[in-house]
C-alpha cells in the first residue's frame, strides 16, 4: 500500500529552527509537496521536490532523498504565524496525490 | 497569480436539501479541478478530479449520484451534495492546475457545510 508518515506535533520556539520530516512509500514517485495550512483554511503551497537535494525559499527550504524515500521541511527564523499544520505529500506514477495526515506545528513565545 | 476562489465560504442548510458549491481559477485555465473532503484534524480526501468538458472520475466509496460535478469550463466547476444529511458536513476544498498531471495544485479557500 501507500503511506506517508510525517510526525503529528511538534513545538518550538519563536525565532527558531524546525525541521519536519516526511518518509513515504508510494507505487512510483513523481515529485513531492509540502503545503502549510492554518486551522479552519484550505492548504497553500510551499514547495516542490523531484530532484533529490535542497531548494531554498526566503525562510523555507525543503530536501527530498529519493532513494531513501524522505523528505523534510526547514523553517528559520520561526515567527509566531508559522502555527500551522504541514503537509506532506507525494504524486505517485497514476500522478495522484498521496496525502500525509500533516504535522501541526506549534510556535511558543 | 495561480487564485482560485471557492463559493459560498460557509453554508448551513436543512437535511434533505441540496447545496452547490462552485470553484473557480480566477487568473488560470485549470484544465482539471479536484474536489477534496476534509474532517476535522484529518488529511485531505480526494473525492473526484474532473477534466473541462468530461466526466468526473470518483474516488472509490465516493457516490457520485450524491456529489454531483459539473466542470462546464476551464475556469469553473462545481460540486452539487444532493439529498443532504448531517453526516455529509466537512470542510469542502477546490483545487485546480492548469497543464499537465505534474504542475502545482492551487487551493480554493474551502467551503464549510453544515447540515443540520
Known amino acids: 500500500g501507500q503511506n506517508i508518515d510525517q510526525p503529528t506535533e511538534m513545538t518550538a520556539t519563536e525565532g527558531a529552527i524546525v525541521q519536519i520530516n516526511c518518509t513515504y512509500q508510494t507505487s512510483g514517485f513523481n515529485g513531492l509537496f509540502w503545503y502549510q495550512q492554518h486551522a479552519g483554511e484550505a492548504p497553500t503551497f510551499l514547495s516542490y521536490?523531484?530532484l533529490d537535494g535542497l531548494e531554498e525559499k526566503g525562510r523555507f527550504s525543503s530536501f527530498l532523498s529519493r532513494s531513501k524515500g524522505y523528505s523534510y521541511l526547514l523553517l528559520k527564523e520561526l515567527q509566531m504565524k508559522d502555527s500551522a499544520s504541514y503537509l506532506c505529500a507525494v504524486m505517485d506514477s497514476n500522478y495522484q496525490l498521496i496525502w500525509g495526515a500533516g504535522t501541526k506545528l506549534i510556535i511558543k513565545p | 497569480g495561480a487564485v482560485v476562489s471557492q463559493h459560498p465560504s460557509r453554508v448551513i442548510c436543512k437535511s434533505g436539501t441540496s447545496v452547490k458549491i462552485e470553484c473557480r481559477s480566477l487568473?488560470?485555465?485549470?484544465?482539471?479541478m479536484f474536489w477534496y473532503r476534509q474532517f476535522p484534524k484529518q488529511s485531505l480526501m480526494l473525492m473526484a478530479t474532473?477534466?473541462?468538458?468530461?466526466?468526473?472520475?470518483?474516488e472509490q466509496g465516493v457516490e457520485k449520484d450524491k456529489f454531483l460535478i459539473n466542470h462546464a469550463s476551464l475556469t469553473l466547476s462545481t460540486l452539487t451534495v444532493t439529498s443532504a444529511h448531517p453526516e455529509d458536513s466537512s470542510f469542502y476544498i477546490c483545487s485546480a492546475r492548469a497543464g499537465g498531471p505534474q504542475e502545482t495544485q492551487y487551493f480554493g479557500p474551502g467551503t464549510r457545510l453544515l447540515v443540520l
Open positions: 521536490n523531484v
Open positions: 487568473d488560470f485555465q485549470a484544465t482539471t
Open positions: 474532473s477534466n473541462e468538458g468530461s466526466k468526473a472520475t470518483y
